[in-house]
């Protein structure tokens, strides 16, 4: 094709950028638009009221609350025995949370001239006590069932070795004596008995024993994943099994939830939820056959939480941990749930 003749160029390239410009205006002012209807409820969509929360409230259920108003994506709490009750919101916003004996922590964007995402150390009252900046987007967090030691992690971009895709950080901090681990990548990791190193171990899902000094990770490289126990005075992590993400110890510490990759990566429904029996090695898959992506709370010593897709982002179903039952949907229009209590 021949191209058009010098005097003709000009007119053509303003006409083109005016188109482009054009689009990317129309673009702008549709997610002005979308950003703005979340600011109104909906009809249908939960009740929710402007209140005070207490991390000491015992038959409470905290989340991130996503009905859609002007409380969106700030804390909110129901009765665990009435979780479709109105919720009480909270004057504090998280992207995800957890808690446990009146300790919380809070991962959540920060305003200023540079935007980015800190972790917030709340108190039973959620005040502030510490804020820590995280180096990306949070996807975890875990409270010690003792309140002491808290867990996030975040997704990063940047590795060398990810080849532009997402790797992720996992920090602990000890709030008794101040210490913070801000990476379990400098923790000697032992798998199958001899040290394991790698440029491209990954780290995510904490969860804590009630000795504070135990917990349970995932750990990802060379394209597996195992369920790693660590040892927080020894700066060890042991890898115990492989094929498991997410993992969420039990309240009576003999067993752990966790999602399963039952399908190669790229297909649909890639993760089951199952639990493992730490003594027995024995793992049953649960009711729940939906592809779930997401750390699962234990709600007591014999039922499941956790979050599936749903209209408004995502909603929280339960399940049995025995295998039996059948899923049920509890919460709408809600994600990231702590249990509170002393």
């Known amino acids: 094709m021949t191209p058009p003749p010098a005097r003709h160029r000009l007119p053509i390239l303003l006409a083109v950028t005016a188109l482009l ?3 990317s205006l129309v673009a702008v ?15 249908g969509q939960p009740t929710v009221n402007k209140g005070e929360l207490s991390l000491n409230h015992p038959g409470r259920l905290i989340f991130r609350n996503l009905a859609w108003g002007p409380l969106r994506d700030h804390l909110a709490a129901v009765p665990l025995t009435a979780p479709g009750a109105a919720r009480t919101a909270a004057p504090r916003d998280c992207l995800r949370f957890h808690a446990a004996a009146g300790t919380g922590i809070c991962l959540r964007s920060k305003g200023g001239v540079v ?7 709340l108190d039973s009252r959620m005040r502030t006590l510490r804020r820590f900046p995280v180096p990306g987007i949070p996807t975890r967090a875990r409270v010690s069932p003792s309140g002491r030691l808290v867990a996030w992690t975040v997704f990063v ?5 990810a080849g532009g895709a997402f790797s992720t950080r996992t920090a602990i901090y000890d709030t008794r004596t101040r210490t913070l681990h801000d990476t379990l990548e400098d923790f000697t990791v032992l798998v199958d008995g001899r040290r394991h190193r790698a440029v491209d171990h990954n780290f995510w899902g904490v969860t804590f024993a009630a000795d504070d000094t ?14 790693v126990r660590g040892n927080l005075s020894r700066r060890t992590l042991t890898a115990v099994r492989e094929n498991v993400e ?3 110890l039990s309240p009576d510490g003999t067993r752990i939830a966790f999602k399963k990759r039952i399908r190669p990566k790229g297909t649909d429904a890639p993760w089951r939820l199952y639990v493992l029996d730490l003594r027995s090695g024995r793992e049953t898959p649960l009711a729940e056959r939906a592809s779930v ?15 599936l897709p749903g209209d408004y982002g995502a909603d929280l ?3 049995p941990a025995n295998g039996g039952g059948h899923p049920r949907k509890v919460v709408a229009s809600a994600v990231s749930p702590a249990v509170s209590g002393p």
């Open 21 to 23: 410009l054009a689009g």
């Open 29 to 43: 002012v549709r997610a002005a638009d979308r950003a703005a209807e979340r600011d109104h409820s909906r009809p």
């Open 115 to 121: 935007p980015g995402h800190e972790a917030v150390l």
């Open 157 to 161: 971009s940047g590795d060398s070795y």
């Open 214 to 227: 135990t917990f349970y990770a995932t750990l990802g490289t060379r394209g597996r994943t195992y369920l």
């Open 246 to 248: 997410c993992p969420s």
């Open 293 to 307: 992506d997401d750390q699962a709370l234990w709600r007591n010593g014999s039922t499941l939480l956790y979050a």
């Open 317 to 319: 179903w339960e399940v």
